[in-house]
């Protein structure tokens, strides 16, 4: 019997997956990117020896991370080499006042008890809540995939609805547990991870500030970027063909099904399944005959916000950041009323700061920083005009980083290069310039995401941020996971199949 093909489109974490766990299990696969490197949001920015992740800066749940490389049958530290970054994060506050959050309980007491007095039981007890939730979570929500509503609420499903927080809102959580509004700020920012507001994420994210303060965050030496490297490096180990500079322009329907991809010089390359890892909105506008599928109740959605970015090179260490810095304005509550729901740039943006080479020396050269500041923004919007609101944003971000200390930064820039909500859009065919897809609110996790399968169009999957479970590296990982699966219960095992390899998503969590 011959090997089936596989095409994947995009090389994403998420295609990368894919791609790596099909070729292990004998699949036949090409990967067409549109861009010459692998990494899509998860990829590099380099210039005059200084280096930048694109967009995740931050690496939570490094057991995701080794269970997929484990289930192809390598070490992740034969590929990566992890650092935990200790501090977590400097935070700065809009009154001057700071806090370190750190994994070190006697340390994080000190911090604690500075700015509320009695604060570090209440946060021992928040912290046991969001390792309740995030057992819960990956174990019987994350790692699975809903066919339906009916799948989702099954009587034994409902009572774990109820202990993740599933039905509350994140920020009434963290209010209820801290009473001092900066301690509000640090327990609940963590959702702009997932582009969403923690006034509208559901409490099951406090797994987020759980995975952080317990787990720990961590940096994969190289930056972020090193993780899709990483990922092409076992791809091309286990025989997967890169198409790089290949976008695909169709994916190709006939007699109700996938059967490959249309190229830009009109050829087209035959597959048995395709495994779609483009933005999902973006796909069903532009990759699928609207005739033969359609989603216009995407349109309707709500997209997660959008990031304003800067990636700097400076002439000098800036001792005065840590690698992850927080930096937050007046009005906490009211900047995300901005960005979700009047779609304006706050007056007083609360942004990111993140320093690697004080961790990785690689990514600046001797005696110099590779500043990547993100500033969180509404994604497109028909007022919105990104040539007039982003140097109104630059300037507000030096001058707020001036007030603190550094007033020559500015002068200091070697390099630089901005990316707006419209960069986004155009540069990785991103829906509106959201960063993380469709937002996971109430009503847009579990059964009510989109699905890693098509229902009209047989043997064509997906992977990504806009799929079921969610955005996040390590969730899009999941994503992959459950996509292959799916192919493997709907099509016969290949000739050469690794039969027993166990995927990511039927093994339960261990932190």
């Known amino acids: 019997m011959s090997r089936r093909t596989a095409i994947v489109v995009g090389a994403g974490v998420g295609g990368l997956t894919a791609a790596m766990k099909l070729a292990h299990e004998g699949w036949r696969v090409e990967l067409h990117e549109k861009l010459d490197v692998p990494g899509g949001r998860c990829g590099r920015i380099e210039g005059d020896g200084f280096r930048f992740d694109l967009g ?89 995939h809903f066919d339906s509503v009916a799948e989702f609420l099954t009587p034994s499903n409902l009572p774990r609805i109820f202990t993740v927080g599933a039905h509350r809102k994140l920020f009434g959580q963290v209010a209820q547990a801290f009473k001092d509004p900066r301690l509000q700020q640090v327990m609940s920012f963590q959702t702009m991870y997932l582009g969403v507001s923690p006034f509208e994420a559901p409490a099951v994210f406090s797994l987020l500030p759980y995975t952080e303060l317990a787990v720990g965050v961590w940096y994969p030496m190289g930056g972020m970027g090193a993780i899709p490297r990483a990922l092409e490096k076992v791809c091309r180990e286990e025989g997967v063909t890169f198409h790089y500079n290949s976008e695909v322009k169709q994916i190709v329907v006939e007699n109700g099904r996938a059967v490959g991809v249309a190229l830009p010089d009109g050829r087209v390359s035959k597959a048995d399944v395709v495994v779609c890892n483009a933005d999902y909105p973006w796909a069903y506008k532009h990759l699928i005959d609207p005739k033969v599928s359609a989603k216009p109740e995407l349109e309707k959605k709500r997209y997660t916000s959008s990031g304003y970015m800067l990636y700097l090179g400076v002439k000098r260490r800036y001792d005065e950041l840590k690698h992850h810095n927080m930096f937050f304005g007046a009005d906490f509550k009211g900047s995300f009323g901005d960005i979700f729901e009047r779609l304006q740039v706050p007056e007083d943006p609360s942004f990111y700061v993140n320093a690697p080479a004080h961790t990785d020396p690689s990514m600046a050269p001797p005696g110099k920083d590779a500043l990547y500041v993100l500033v969180p923004v509404p994604h497109q919007a028909p007022h919105l005009d990104w040539k007039i609101e982003g140097p109104k944003v630059r300037a507000k971000v030096f001058q707020r980083l001036a007030e603190l200390g550094m007033p020559d930064l500015e002068r200091d820039v070697e390099f630089e290069r901005v990316i707006t909500p419209d960069d986004w859009a155009s540069s990785l065919n991103l829906e509106r310039g959201s960063n993380f897809g469709l937002a996971q609110n109430m009503f847009q996790i579990g059964p009510f995401r989109p699905k890693v399968w098509d229902e009209k169009i047989q043997d064509l999957y997906f992977c990504g941020a806009s799929c079921q479970p969610g955005t996040g590296v390590p969730t899009v990982m999941i994503s992959a996971d459950l996509a292959v699966q799916k192919i493997n219960e709907r099509s016969p095992a290949p000739h050469g199949a690794r039969v027993g390899v166990k995927g990511l998503a039927a093994e339960g969590p261990t932190p």
């Open 56 to 144: 995740p800066t931050i690496m939570l749940m490094p057991f995701v991370f080794e269970r997929t490389f484990a289930s192809v049958g390598r070490k992740l530290s034969d590929y990566l080499q992890l650092v935990r970054c200790d501090p977590n994060y400097q935070v700065t506050f809009r009154d001057g006042a700071t806090l370190t959050l750190t994994t070190e309980l006697t340390k994080m007491r000190e911090e604690l008890e500075r700015l509320e007095p009695g604060s570090f039981e209440r946060y021992l007890r928040f912290l046991a809540k969001g390792r309740e939730r995030h057992d819960v979570s990956l174990e019987h929500f994350v790692g699975k």
